[in-house]
C-alpha cells in the first residue's frame, strides 16, 4: 500500500506487455505514521533548510557569515529557516554578551543526527547528476521541448521566497 496527499492507495500489479504497476484508489486515511512524515519533511525537505544543516555540519556559524555562505538567501528567509530549525530542536542560538552582541547558531545533537542523511542526500545528488541531466535530456528530446539550462532557484527573485 502506497499514501499519497492524504489517500491510501492499493498497488495492483498489472499483467502487461511491458508489465508495471499503478495505484488504484482505495480509501481516505491519514495515519499518525503519515503525519508525522509530513510534519518532519515540512522542516527539513526545503532547500534552505538543507543548506543551512549542511554549512552548520562545519561547526558553529555566526549569522552573518552564514549569509554569506548560503548563497542566495535573504536575511528574512535565513532568519525563518534558523528560527524553525532552533524551535524544532535542531539549531541552538548563543547571544554572547559582548557589545554588539554576538549570535552563533550550532547544529544539537539532532541537528547532527539530521545532518547526516542530509549529507547522504548532497552525495547522492553529486553521484547522479550526469544521470539526471541525461534523462531530461531525453524527455524533453521525445517531446521535442527546447532544453533549458538548469538554473539554480537562488537565481530567480527573492520575492519568490
Known amino acids: 500500500m502506497v499514501t499519497k496527499r492524504n489517500q491510501r492507495y492499493i498497488v495492483v500489479h498489472v499483467s502487461m506487455a511491458q508489465g508495471g504497476t499503478f495505484l488504484k484508489p482505495d480509501h481516505f486515511e491519514v495515519t499518525p505514521q503519515c503525519t508525522a512524515v509530513n510534519e518532519i519533511l515540512s522542516r527539513v525537505g526545503d532547500k534552505w533548510t538543507v543548506l543551512v544543516v549542511n554549512y552548520l555540519g562545519n561547526g558553529p556559524m555566526r549569522f552573518n557569515e552564514m549569509r554569506r555562505t548560503v548563497s542566495g538567501i535573504s536575511q528574512k528567509m535565513l532568519t525563518t529557516t534558523l528560527r524553525g530549525l532552533e524551535r524544532d530542536g535542531f539549531v541552538t542560538r548563543t547571544v554572547f554578551p559582548t557589545i554588539p552582541p554576538r ?24 553521484a547522479n547528476h550526469d544521470r539526471v541531466l541525461a534523462a531530461r535530456s531525453r524527455f524533453d528530446a521525445a517531446r521535442g521541448v527546447a532544453q533549458e539550462p538548469f538554473r539554480p532557484a537562488w537565481h530567480m527573485s527573492e520575492a519568490a521566497e
Open 103 to 126: 549570535v552563533e547558531y550550532e547544529l544539537t545533537d539532532l541537528g547532527r543526527e539530521l545532518l547526516v542523511p542530509v549529507r547522504a542526500l548532497g552525495a547522492w545528488a553529486v
